[in-house]
């Protein structure tokens, strides 16, 4: 009688737990930061970058979260010398256990210079990257295009797609696109044009104290955007770049974005999603939002995209740019 009863029970209690209790949406997202080894390289103080350096890489290591970082090699070098105390600052992402990948030589723009000087920037890219990763058995995988301009053209595309193939890369999207850089270029331009008062100190707390909330709402935006064109929200990828400002405030937008249910994983986890595989449908000259060059490739109409949060005219005025 128990023998026949209880495996009805178990059938009984599998079938009913799950209607029961709606599983909660699967919030994951993945780090990546551009612009290495330092943002604005050549307006930043030559004494004061390793101060800067190594404040973000102590916010890096404090917040624990996977990173993908991409570098411009140009930065590496002063009248064509590749700096050795640059080199070792790319070394210190690797210590952390960072990836590191390729964000071409000059951060040159695919929709200005055309394809192959383009291809030209991605091999000269690599000149440093390519050894360094050596010394630890990887090869470099990851390319994120500077501006996020892909190509204005099926066939561009695929023909960057196919070059970056050939050279064992994978095209790194992004998701979550933002004004970050605004944000980051007015903390700079707070912090290094100003005398070091109480009033720049405010400034700068005022700053930090507005990114990341901004970022937050980015972040919502993203994944109701997610939502409404996939059905569910998937691994999302945020783009941050190395600066002053994530080296004050990247813990707490971290603990922000996990405050909102996130997990952090790493780039190639979130890129599992099918999605990924997805058609950019993107044919204009700027460098939207992965999510938005699917929704593009489905024809979707304008109220679609409707509703993204704006970067502050504050900060705009701060940053001396006049639009995102
Ligand atoms: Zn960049």
Not at 111 to 121: C, D, I, N, R, S
Not at 177 to 186: I, K, M, P, R, T
Request: negative net charge.
């Amino acid at each position: 009688m128990i023998r026949q009863l209880l495996p009805g029970l178990l059938v009984l209690c599998a079938c009913v737990a799950p209607a029961a209790q709606p599983t909660p949406p699967d919030r994951r997202i993945a780090v990546t930061i551009d612009d290495l080894p330092w943002q604005r390289m050549q307006r930043t103080d030559a004494a004061a970058l390793p101060v800067r350096h190594a404040q973000l890489m102590a916010s890096l290591r404090e917040a624990g979260v996977p990173v993908a970082g991409f570098v411009n090699e140009d930065k590496l070098e002063v009248d064509g010398e590749v700096q050795p105390e640059r080199v070792a600052m790319l070394r210190d992402w690797l210590d952390a256990g960072f990836e590191l990948g390729n964000h071409t030589y000059g951060h040159v723009d695919l929709h200005a210079v055309g394809l192959p000087a383009f291809e030209q920037a991605i091999v000269r890219g690599e000149r440093t990257l390519r050894p360094l990763l050596a010394e630890r058995d990887a090869t470099p995988r990851w390319f994120r295009h500077p501006y996020l301009r892909a190509g204005r053209t099926p066939d561009d595309k695929a023909a960057v797609a196919a070059f970056l193939d050939a050279r064992g890369y994978r095209i790194a999207p992004v998701t979550v696109d933002n004004g970050e850089w605004v944000f980051a270029f007015a903390y700079a331009n707070v912090l290094d044009g100003q005398p070091d008062t109480p009033a720049r100190a405010a400034t700068l707390e005022r700053l930090h104290r507005g990114y990341v909330p901004y970022m937050l709402a980015k972040l919502d935006y993203y994944e109701r955007q997610s939502i409404a064109l996939l059905g569910y929200a998937l691994p999302q990828v945020l783009l941050l770049h190395a600066n002053e400002l994530n080296a004050a405030a990247y813990v707490d937008l971290v603990e922000g974005i996990r405050r909102r249910g996130y997990r952090f994983v790493a780039l190639d986890e979130a890129m599992r999603d099918p999605a990924y595989a997805r058609e950019d449908g993107y044919r204009g000259r700027y460098g939207p939002s992965w999510l938005h060059r699917w929704a593009m490739a489905e024809a979707k109409p304008k109220t679609f995209y409707a509703g993204e949060p704006e970067v502050p005219r504050w900060v705009l005025d701060l940053a001396g740019v006049d639009s995102e």
